[in-house]
């Protein structure tokens, strides 16, 4: 049997962000003149850790960013991408879809990155799985 997946209306995104992250906040922002759903909340990735404060924007059909909004990211943090936004997983193993629920993904990934992120403050080492990538021009 084959599986046909379909892509969730935006419609469909707010409920499912409704459903299981009740707290974040939803409304439609304009970005490049353009007016793109938005989700502000925070998460706590563990009992110790502090609360960020994070936004998703979903300009479809393009993947969902995620950014922290406070506390501010130390400078040099791993795995964002020019305009710090999350760099979550790799578009190219197809992890995600526009089929997919941003809640069912997105949201814990984003947890999972913040809690990767903390031990990286303390060890230095990130131990996130990571996608290789080619070597960022002008570093040796």
Not at 60 to 78: D, E, F, N
């Amino acid at each position: 049997m084959r599986y046909r997946s379909t892509v969730l209306t935006i419609g469909q995104q707010i409920v499912c962000m409704r459903r299981h992250f009740p707290a974040f906040s939803y409304r439609l922002e304009t970005h490049r003149r353009k007016r793109v759903p938005t989700w502000r909340g925070r998460l706590q990735p563990t009992e110790v850790s502090p609360v960020y404060q994070v936004q998703i924007q979903y300009a479809y059909p393009k993947s969902p960013r995620i950014w922290v909004l406070s506390p501010v990211l130390r400078s040099g943090a791993p795995h964002r991408y020019g305009d710090g936004s999350l760099c979550l997983y790799y578009p190219g193993d197809g992890s995600w879809t526009p089929a997919l629920p941003i809640a069912y993904t997105f949201v814990p990934w984003t947890a999972l990155w913040l809690a990767f992120y903390e031990i990286w403050l303390h060890m230095d080492t990130w131990y996130g799985l990571e996608a290789p990538h080619a070597p960022a021009k002008g570093k040796a």
